[in-house]
């Protein structure tokens, strides 16, 4: 577990389904994800068997706000990071607060050498919070995801290590 001023950032639980759920139903919350909102607790239910099956080492965090669970972030997959927040809870430095704390618990729980974030270009919160936290962009590419008929291209963008 992991502390900021304002948040908790934790191990998923069961418990947490329904607020999850509320969040990967919205469907602004999900309009830059790589997959449609979910249409029922079941489909939440996937993701956070998986989220609770990811603990050695815990990268991948709920985060949690006065005792509601407000979204996601961190590391997923090899050296990827990424983070979801419900709408409520936008625009008040709530996931650059979390991954401010999250950054360095990946650097010191693993040997990766680099981290990296795959975002929709038309997101331009998220491209400019991860620029805000050091990243840069790597690449571009087209057509990588495609939710329900539409297609969406990607911007790739890393983190090093930091050296000292």
Do not use: K
Not at 71 to 87: M, Q, R, S, Y
């Amino acid at each position: 577990m992991l502390t900021t001023e304002r948040l908790i950032l934790r191990a998923a639980r069961q418990d947490d389904l329904l607020d999850l759920h509320a969040i990967f139903r919205d469907p602004m919350a999900m309009r830059y994800w790589s997959t449609p909102p979910h249409d029922s607790p079941e489909r939440t239910q996937e993701n956070l068997d998986r989220m609770m099956a990811a603990t050695d080492p815990l990268l991948y965090f709920v985060i949690e706000m006065d005792g509601t669970v407000v979204g996601t972030a961190g590391g997923h997959g090899e050296g990827e990071v990424g983070f979801i927040l419900h709408p409520d809870y936008w625009r008040r430095g709530i996931v650059q607060e979390a991954m401010r704390a999250i950054l360095p618990h990946i650097w010191n729980a693993t040997s990766l050498e680099r981290v990296f974030a795959d975002v929709d270009p038309n997101n331009t919160a998220s491209t400019g919070l991860l620029m805000a936290l050091g990243f840069h962009e790597t690449h571009r590419a087209p057509n990588t995801y495609c939710i329900n008929g539409v297609w969406s291209d990607s911007v790739y963008f890393a983190l090093d290590r930091p050296t000292s």
